[in-house]
């Protein structure tokens, strides 16, 4: 399987990032805490390399006190769209693009959902995974 392109949101300091595109090389470059190590790790979680702590999910507010829990986002995820070699396509029986979605909500448990298309409409495979 080839990775084409990823996106992310509600993960660390990214709000919401689309389609970044995966080439040989790719290069990420900013600031520092420019948020390239989150995009890595959000990278790492699509693929199951990472497991999703609270404090990767993106904090919206802070109330005024500082013993209050932070509002985070209602979930956190990560999105990637591949090409799958002819082994992939017979082996899992799909065609050559597919979309990859893992995400999780304040409960930390991961899904992954695989996305196809089937010739008038989209179908959707989903896994529930523990921490």
């Known amino acids: 399987m080839h990775l084409n392109s990823f996106g992310v949101s509600g ?4 709000t919401e990032v689309a389609d970044i ?6 290069i990420l470059a900013g600031h520092n ?4 190590s989150a ?7 699509l693929l199951g390399k990472h497991a999703l702590a ?6 919206l507010t802070v109330d005024g006190d500082d013993e ?7 979930e956190s995820g ?6 799958l070699d002819a082994w992939g396509q017979e082996r899992f029986d799909l065609l050559a ?3 990859l979605r893992r995400c999780s909500g304040e409960d930390l448990f991961s899904r992954l959902e695989v996305w196809q298309l089937m010739s008038d409409c989209v179908i959707c495979l989903s896994i529930s995974c523990q921490r």
Not at 33 to 36: A, P
């Open 39 to 45: 995009l890595l790790d959000a990278l790492a979680f």
């Open 33 to 36: 805490d420019g948020g390239e």
């Open 21 to 26: 595109p995966v080439r040989k090389p790719t």
């Open 54 to 59: 609270e404090d990767d999910r993106t904090c």
């Open 11 to 14: 993960f660390r300091s990214l």
């Open 68 to 74: 209050s829990a932070p509002v985070r986002w209602e």
């Open 97 to 99: 693009l597919v979309r």
């Open 78 to 83: 990560s999105r990637g769209r591949s090409t």
